[in-house]
């Protein structure tokens, strides 16, 4: 445990301003937004900005918002540096009268940009409850990183940026670990779910909850980011312009609302690309996820997207393009789902595994960090992804003009229909057992694929039972009745004894009984089933 005053020590708000951060919030040609702290002795506050060896001074007052956190009271400022000029290195310093920074520098973007490169960062999250919360190990990471890449032009995340966002343990180590760099370029975040993560008593982590507001997010960004996202769920959900691409940070709560701000905000973008970043994975690549909160709620504005960044597995993902519950080949045809891997030495315990929507992956069960840079030319997307030693994980080419991705992958299709649960085909386990569409109703083999999800299945004579999902049925040879541990369900077609003697089960059916969903990928020929939980079942040895 620690006390306030003793926490003041550490990494208290001071009358000195910390916690520097530049962010894009108008046109990057002519502005650049700057974020920063002091303790509430500090009521105003201002950033004075001019060309690096001008002499004139331009001064831009900044708005003040209150935090009061577990651990500190203190004051946010903003200041919205405007009316400067495109492609011009500038210096800037901040505070009150009494109270400046040091001088630090920053460069507005060239009038048409379409050549530049930013780098990605997902799940850089650490620390336990003993503060204060060390981030440093990112931070070196972070410097080496742009030493590499001296080209990069900010920062974007997709998540998870705490290891628990309602402390503000978390939150100083966080802008910690960025400190030395989100002085000089933009710092673009997206939330995860540790960022609204809390909990009651965070030293003992007891207590758990999930603020659905991001109300830490919100108070300590909420003038660094444009004040344009869906109304009740701003900060968390933003958009902004950069060169000729159109980026959105969505956040993970308001899936509903936020689908209809997403499809009118890119649709008011003539930008050549756009990119979107999202922590959930849609087309993940764990064993037992699942992507409900996205598809289908926000599926219509996801696939508004070239590119959308996404985290939470600490892997690596590379979607075929993806649109309408189909597969593609070429770029115009949907969007492609990027999963970046962790971002400060967490390796993934997802048990990552290939699945039918990806068309490269990699584990990422080392214990070293990962990144993307992604280098945007006119109508060409380079993404790169390296892992911290050099190894290149994955590196593809999206080529508008001639609309292809390179290296050149085929989304399948199949002859006979694949059944897929949660990304993975079942394999040998169906290899002669397909689903069957029977007087227009899809029925599946149902023992083969619950068996393949680790569920418990008893066969006996013309029956077949199953316990999934903390659920119960019994479907009968012959009969449209299901009996069910919620009483009985009526299918829209009867049990049918098909391929290798086995029972199909008309799929509403399994859906009705254990709330999964099913969609039918009409151009790859692919039953795909999802269920929001997680369970990981195994067979009860007696």
């Given at each position: 445990?620690?006390?306030?005053?003793?926490?003041?020590?550490?990494?208290?708000?001071?009358?000195?301003?910390?916690?520097?951060?530049?962010?894009?919030?108008?046109?990057?040609?002519?502005?650049?937004?700057?974020?920063?702290?002091?303790?509430?002795?500090?009521?105003?506050?201002?950033?004075?900005?001019?060309?690096?060896?001008?002499?004139?001074?331009?001064?831009?007052?900044?708005?003040?918002?209150?935090?009061?956190?577990?651990m500190d009271s203190s004051h946010i400022f903003w200041a919205d540096m405007t009316g400067l000029k495109p492609d011009t290195k500038y210096e800037y310093n901040v505070g009150d009268d009494e109270n400046r920074s040091e001088?630090?520098?920053?460069?507005?973007?060239?009038?048409?940009?379409?050549?530049f490169s930013f780098v990605c960062f997902s799940d850089v999250q650490t620390g336990g409850p003993v503060p204060p919360a060390d981030y440093s190990g990112f931070n070196k990471f972070l410097k080496e990183t742009l030493k590499k890449h001296p080209e990069v032009r900010f920062i974007l995340t997709a998540g998870d940026n705490t290891n628990c966002g309602q402390t503000d343990i978390q939150w100083t180590g966080a802008l910690e670990g960025y400190k030395g760099?989100?002085?000089?370029?933009?710092?673009?975040?997206?939330?995860?779910?540790?960022?609204?993560?809390?909990?009651?008593?965070?030293?003992?982590?007891?207590?758990?909850?999930?603020?659905?507001?991001?109300d830490y997010f919100r108070?300590?960004?909420?003038?660094?980011?444009?004040?344009?996202?869906?109304?009740?769920?701003?900060?968390?959900?933003?958009?902004?312009?950069?060169?000729?691409?159109?980026?959105?940070a969505i956040g993970i709560s308001g899936p509903e609302d936020v689908n209809e701000w997403l499809i009118k905000d890119t649709d008011a973008s003539d930008k050549t690309w756009k990119f979107g970043s999202y922590h959930f994975p849609v087309c993940y690549a764990g064993s037992d996820l699942s992507c409900d909160d996205a598809y289908p709620m926000m599926m219509e504005g996801m696939e508004k997207f070239d590119v959308m960044f996404s985290g939470h597995e600490h892997c690596f993902s590379r979607s075929y393009p993806r649109r309408g519950e189909n597969l593609w080949d070429k770029p115009s045809e949907g969007t492609v789902f990027y999963n970046l891997g962790s971002g400060n030495r967490n390796p993934s315990r997802m048990l990552a595994l290939p699945k039918l929507w990806?068309?490269?992956?990699?584990?990422?069960?080392?214990?070293?960090?990962?990144?993307?840079?992604?280098?945007?030319?006119?109508?060409k997307v380079t993404l790169t992804s390296y892992l911290e030693d050099g190894r290149i994980a994955d590196r593809c080419v999206i080529d508008k003009e001639n609309d292809c991705i390179e290296p050149v992958a085929l989304a399948p299709i199949y002859a006979e229909t694949?059944?897929?649960?949660?990304?993975?085909?079942?394999?040998?386990?169906?290899?002669?057992?397909?689903?069957?569409c029977i007087d227009g109703v899809w029925h599946v083999p149902a023992a083969i694929l619950f068996r393949y999800a680790g569920f418990d299945v008893v066969l006996d004579k013309g029956t077949v039972y199953i316990e999934a999902y903390r659920h119960k049925a019994t479907f009968t040879e012959g009969s449209n009745i299901a009996v069910t541990d919620r009483g009985e369900i009526e299918m829209s077609?009867?049990?049918?004894?098909?391929?290798?003697?086995?029972?199909?089960?008309?799929?509403?059916?399994?859906?009705?009984?254990?709330?999964?969903?099913?969609?039918?990928?009409t151009r790859n020929n692919i039953l795909s089933f999802e269920h929001e939980k997680q369970d990981k079942p195994v067979p009860v040895q007696p």
């Open positions: 445990m620690i006390s306030r005053e003793e926490w003041k020590t550490l990494r208290g708000s001071q009358k000195s301003p910390d916690h520097i951060m530049l962010s894009v919030k108008g046109n990057p040609e002519t502005s650049m937004t700057v974020t920063w702290r002091t303790c509430t002795d500090i009521t105003d506050g201002y950033a004075l900005c001019r060309e690096v060896g001008g002499e004139k001074w331009l001064r831009f007052d900044a708005a003040m918002g209150n935090f009061e956190s577990d001088n630090y520098s920053f460069s507005t973007v060239p009038e048409n940009l379409d050549d760099v989100m002085e000089y370029i933009p710092l673009m975040m997206a939330m995860g779910n540790h960022d609204d993560m809390g909990f009651e008593n965070y030293f003992t982590f007891e207590g758990k909850y999930y603020c659905e507001k991001a108070n300590q960004f909420g003038g660094a980011y444009a004040d344009n996202g869906p109304e009740g769920w701003k900060t968390a959900n933003y958009s902004f312009d950069y060169g000729n691409a159109h980026f959105t990806n068309c490269a992956w990699y584990p990422h069960e080392e214990k070293l960090s990962m990144y993307a840079i992604v280098h945007v030319e006119k109508n694949r059944m897929m649960f949660k990304g993975a085909d079942l394999g040998l386990c169906a290899r002669t057992t397909s689903g069957e077609h009867a049990v049918v004894r098909s391929q290798r003697d086995q029972l199909y089960v008309p799929v509403d059916g399994l859906c009705k009984a254990f709330d999964m969903r099913c969609n039918y990928y």
